[in-house]
């Protein structure tokens, strides 16, 4: 399923790290702490990026072991 952000949101986006893999999306409206329940996720580099309403995107890549 598609996002369409609304001007007030920002999306935070989870996907391996080849890029081939989308995990998941999220929108985000006022946060200043996350948590993503990883668990379930293979082991493997992932990168969680963070797409906000104005600014460039930020990339966090992780390792889940």
């Known amino acids: 399923s598609k996002h369409y952000l609304d001007k ?18 999220k929108l985000i409206a006022n946060q200043t702490k996350i948590s993503l329940d990883v668990k379930s996720l293979a082991g493997g580099v992932y990168i969680v990026i963070l797409r906000r309403k104005d600014g460039d995107p930020v990339y ?6």
């Not at 391996?16 to 893999?21: E, I, L, R």
């Open 8 to 25: 007030a949101d920002s999306q935070l986006d989870l996907v391996s790290s080849d890029g081939k893999q989308y995990v998941m999306s």
């Open 60 to 65: 966090i890549k992780f390792l889940k072991q």
